[in-house]
T-cell receptor, first 114, second 115 residues
Framework: GDSVTQMEGPVTLSEEAFLTINCTYT??????LFWYVQYPGEGLQLLLK?????DKGSNKGFEATYRKETTSFHLEKGSVQVSDSAVYFC?????????????FGKGTRLSVIA | KAGVTQTPRYLIKTRGQQVTLSCSPI?????VSWYQQTPGQGLQFLFE???????NKGNFPGRFSGRQFSNSRSEMNVSTLELGDSALYLC??????????????FGSGTQLSVL
């Protein structure tokens, strides 16, 4: 079945450091790909998404590019802030219909220190 | 616009008991999905309801059940609780037919501890 693999955390960075969180997937066809973020004590929020190969999703300084050839969707940010401390989830949605539940990775906890 | 509301926020139960969790979706959203979040397994899909009908179901035992009311509010029930049921239970709502489109809106969850 479809699956998502994320790099294990926790990831600890200093403020203004460059962030990369790796995400690879296994799926039939061409899934849509997402990054969700969960801040402490809150539910998940959609951060960005890409629906086809070579699409780049971006939001709040975060970016991720849908790479079909490497089945990857790595999350990047050029300069992290303390407020970016959260758990980040990579997810995919099967291509067959919009009613297919999202499949999530296990999440990567990011801590940014001042 | 009010977000997704889950109650209670925290719950402590003992093994063998049963528990009911509640979720009120965003106004106008007719689909409600439930996820179990644990440190080891991440988020695992439980089930999804749309217009009072279960439309999708994950790989959980029959002890986990749910329902949806005509006002789209949803409840999930876990019977005969086990220690391994300790988790954060997240509810997410979405417009019809879009649970795979990434437009899920999550509540803050109910933290269930089974002693």
């Amino acid at each position: 079945g479809d699956s998502v693999t994320q790099m294990e955390g926790p990831v600890t960075l200093s403020e203004e450091a460059f962030l990369t969180i790796n995400c690879t997937y296994t799926a039939t066809g061409y899934p849509s790909l997402f990054w969700y973020v969960q801040y402490p004590g809150e539910g998940l929020q959609l951060l960005l998404k890409a629906t086809k190969a070579d699409d780049k999703g971006s939001n709040k300084g975060f970016e991720a590019t849908y790479r079909k050839e490497t089945t990857s969707f790595h999350l990047e940010k050029g300069s992290v802030q303390v407020s970016d401390s959260a758990v980040y989830f990579c997810a995919l949605s099967g291509p067959s219909s919009g009613n297919t539940p999202l499949v999530f990775g296990k999440g990567t906890r990011l801590s940014v220190i001042a | 616009k009010a977000g997704v509301t889950q109650t209670p926020r925290y719950l402590i139960k003992t093994r063998g008991q049963q528990v009911t969790l509640s979720c009120s979706p965003i106004s106008g959203h007719r689909s409600v999905s439930w996820y179990q979040q644990t440190p080891g397994q991440g988020l695992q899909f439980l089930f999804e309801y749309f217009s009072e009908t279960q439309r999708n179901k994950g790989n959980f035992p029959g002890r986990f059940s749910g329902r949806q009311f005509s006002n789209s509010r949803s409840e999930m029930n876990v019977s005969t609780l086990e220690l391994g049921d300790s988790a954060l239970y997240l509810c997410a709502s979405s417009l019809a037919g879009d649970i795979g489109g990434g437009k899920l809106f999550f509540g803050s969850g109910t933290q269930l501890s089974v002693l």
